[in-house]
T-cell receptor, first 111, second 115 residues
Framework: DAKTTQPPSMDCAEGRAANLPCNHS???????VYWYRQIHSQGPQYIIH???NNETNEMASLIITEDRKSSTLILPHATLRDTAVYYC????????????FGQGTILTVHP | ETGVTQSPTHLIKTRGQQVTLRCSSQ?????VSWYQQALGQGPQFIFQ???????GRGNFPPRFSGLQFPNYSSELNVNALELDDSALYLC??????????????FGNGTRLTVT
């Protein structure tokens, strides 16, 4: 699986957009970009995934650059409940699609 | 739609003992995978079951074993427990052997403490 690089921590004001970056310069053509988040003592929560096109759902938007070497997860109106560890994962490379988690980004949303 | 449920939520065992953790997959999902999360670390892949067969395994010793049942629920068994096995054990379900476009959905885990 391709390696990802994320900033260790980020801050965001409540009500503002949170933009979380991720670098995945060695991504292969059939590998997907996934985002999960984990709130303390809970299991990881699926947010969104994409291959090459930008994606949007009720939780977030995913912007993938044209060369697919980086992506940004956008939480349009962050709330205090969005405070969590956010993991960017490149999924592929095996026949069974395991997820390889890194250290993630600790997002803290301030009042 | 029923999500992934795991039992028990917490467990305390003694070194050398054996433990069984249980997982019910999300409705409609036929693939179950297990992850171990040590304190302060990201989850690490243990293995995955699809159609009652193990179809992928991470870097864990054979004393970590599993089962998947016809109703797609699953068990994780750990023999000869060691102190380093203390962790949050997460179960995730998905579709069709883990195809890349099918998200994994996680339960809230079992917190295992080995003393």
């Amino acid at each position: 699986d391709a390696k990802t690089t994320q900033p260790p921590s980020m801050d965001c004001a409540e009500g503002r957009a949170a933009n979380l970056p991720c670098n995945h310069s060695t991504i292969s053509g059939n590998e997907y970009v996934y985002w999960y988040r984990q709130i303390h003592s809970q299991g990881p929560q699926y947010i969104i995934h994409g291959l090459k096109n930008n994606e949007t759902n009720e939780m977030a938007s995913l912007i993938i650059t044209e060369d697919r070497k980086s992506s940004t997860l956008i939480l349009p109106h962050a709330t205090l409940r969005d405070t969590a560890v956010y993991y960017c994962i490149v999924r592929g490379g095996t026949s069974y699609g395991k997820l390889t988690f890194g250290q993630g980004t600790i997002l803290t949303v301030h009042p | 739609e029923t999500g992934v449920t795991q039992s028990p939520t917490h467990l305390i065992k003694t070194r050398g003992q054996q433990v069984t953790l249980r997982c019910s997959s999300q409705s409609g999902h036929n693939t179950v995978s297990w992850y171990q999360q040590a304190l302060g670390q990201g989850p690490q892949f243990i293995f995955q079951y699809y159609r009652e067969e193990e179809n992928g395994r991470g870097n864990f010793p054979p004393r970590f074993s599993g089962l998947q049942f016809p109703n797609y629920s699953s068990e994780l068994n750990v023999n000869a427990l060691e102190l380093d096995d203390s962790a949050l054990y997460l179960c995730a379900s998905s579709l069709d052997g883990g195809r890349y476009n099918s998200p994994l959905h996680f339960g809230n885990g079992t917190r295992l403490t080995v003393t």
